[in-house]
């Protein structure tokens, strides 16, 4: 099947968190005999036609500078597209210099024009760019996926309202929309089209339908399904988890971040979890704006020592930090904008890999987490019910072991065969 994506959100390099579950989802798709077209926006580090060839966005870490299939990985014409096994890549260009900011670049849209409201000038032109090119590029493909309804679910139900079309709710698109005057209109628009609707967890849906009329919110449920995104299996036991450990330096208890330092996920709540949590290590994986302020936050409190600063990592590195840690948490919270968390797919990949959550009931989060069974969910007022849990896992260790296992054991669902499956079966029986 001939599959186009459209989308705002995808990494430029392996390491990169942004958009990471969207390849994934592309991934798969190629790996199942799809054929896919992406566009998505075209960023500052696919600037060049030269370097890695993650720099075009298609994260592959069996083409490296300087190997024969180097060359076909770089960025081609003008346009910035690529070509690679079933893929056909396109950065959609900015119609401005690519040294200016822009609205998809640093740690994400949200982000962005929370700290810049002009970048919402950005966007009409930026739209219209990506219009032009979808119409020239996805015409002849047999369904259409969008990854945020906002701006590409509706993007993509006005150019193309009689091919099929799945369109991904996330979370920040859903509370964009919902929280607009637009929201009743921007909804039909979408129904009008050969469209179903993916939302990444039930508490993202009801977000959406609080907001509707009777009418609308009954023909949204008709129209939409529940799925979380998928994860790849990161499994590694045996004598990789002590190799990885003695290369940390980490003796006792682990705790693992993963994600990006932005103010949503509240990074900052680790030095409180530092403090509250004697001899542990903590790992931050991942890279964002908040990062230069917590290493210095850090170091001012004295505990260099038991922080291990990884920054952002590709599959590899993740599969050992998986395999190094005890148990993964999770500190998010809710922007001044009422942003929150929808379904993490760091918390699937740390279920796949058998590590209790502990983390802040927020967005779906408890829709993944079972608390008291793979984890705990706390508090998202204050740190003390994380510390609380943290501590009961480390002197607990046949109660971490307990929860381990439950983790296991109910985590094949997020694996990217269960989601896929689904996925499937949706867009060919709209297709055909």
């Given at each position: 099947m001939r599959i186009?994506?459209?989308?705002?959100?995808?990494?430029?390099?392996?390491?990169?968190?942004?958009?990471?579950?969207?390849?994934?989802?592309?991934?798969?798709?190629?790996k199942r005999g799809h054929s896919v077209t992406l566009l998505a926006p075209r960023v500052r580090s696919c600037a060049t036609t030269s370097g890695p060839p993650s720099s075009c966005g298609i994260p592959s870490p069996s083409c490296t500078p300087g190997s024969a299939r180097s060359d076909s990985c770089r960025v081609s014409g003008p346009g910035g597209g690529l070509e690679k096994s079933g893929l056909f890549a396109h950065r959609v260009r900015y119609p401005w210099p690519e040294r200016w900011p822009s609205v998809f670049n640093g740690g994400g849209a949200p982000d962005s024009l929370e700290a810049n409201p002009w970048l919402w000038a950005e966007l009409p032109p930026f739209l219209l760019c990506m219009a032009?090119?979808?119409?020239?590029?996805?015409?002849?493909?047999?369904?259409?996926?969008?990854h945020w309804l906002i701006p590409c679910g509706i993007l993509a139900s006005i150019l193309f309202p009689k091919k099929k079309h799945l369109a991904v709710a996330h979370s920040s698109d859903v509370r964009m929309l919902a929280g607009s005057v637009f929201a009743e209109a921007g909804v039909r628009l979408l129904l009008g089209s050969n469209v179903e609707v993916m939302f990444s967890c039930e508490a993202v849906r009801n977000v959406l339908m609080e907001r509707l009329s009777q009418k609308n919110t009954v023909a949204l449920k008709q129209r939409s399904f529940v799925q979380p995104m998928g994860a790849e299996p990161q499994r590694v036991v045996g004598g990789h988890r002590a190799r990885i450990r003695e290369e940390l330096g980490i003796e006792g208890f682990c705790v693992l971040f993963l994600g990006r330092l932005v103010p949503i996920k509240r990074p900052e709540w680790l030095l409180a979890l530092a403090r509250g949590v004697e001899e542990a290590t903590f790992i931050v994986a991942g890279d964002g704006p908040l990062r230069e302020s917590l290493q210095r936050r850090v170091e001012a409190s004295g505990f260099e020592a038991r922080f291990r600063f990884e920054g952002a990592v590709g599959p590899d590195r993740k599969r050992d930090l998986l395999s190094g840690a005890d148990v993964m948490v999770s500190t998010s919270g809710v922007t001044a904008g009422g942003r929150t968390e929808g379904a993490p797919v760091s918390m699937m990949e740390g279920a796949i890999a058998g590590l209790p959550v502990v983390a802040t009931e927020v967005g779906g989060v408890g829709e993944i987490v079972v608390d008291g069974e793979t984890g705990f969910l706390c508090s998202t007022d204050q740190p003390d019910s994380m510390i609380s849990a943290l501590k009961r896992l480390k002197n607990d260790p046949d109660l971490l072991r307990s929860l381990s296992q439950e983790t296991v054991e109910r985590s094949e669902r997020f694996g990217w065969k269960a989601v896929m499956d689904r996925i499937e079966d949706v867009i060919r029986i709209g297709a055909e």
């Open positions: 186009g994506v459209l989308t705002t959100s995808y990494p430029t390099h392996e390491e990169d968190f942004a958009g990471s579950f969207v390849a994934g989802m592309v991934e798969t798709l190629i032009r090119d979808a119409l020239r590029l996805l015409r002849g493909v047999d369904v259409i996926i969008s």
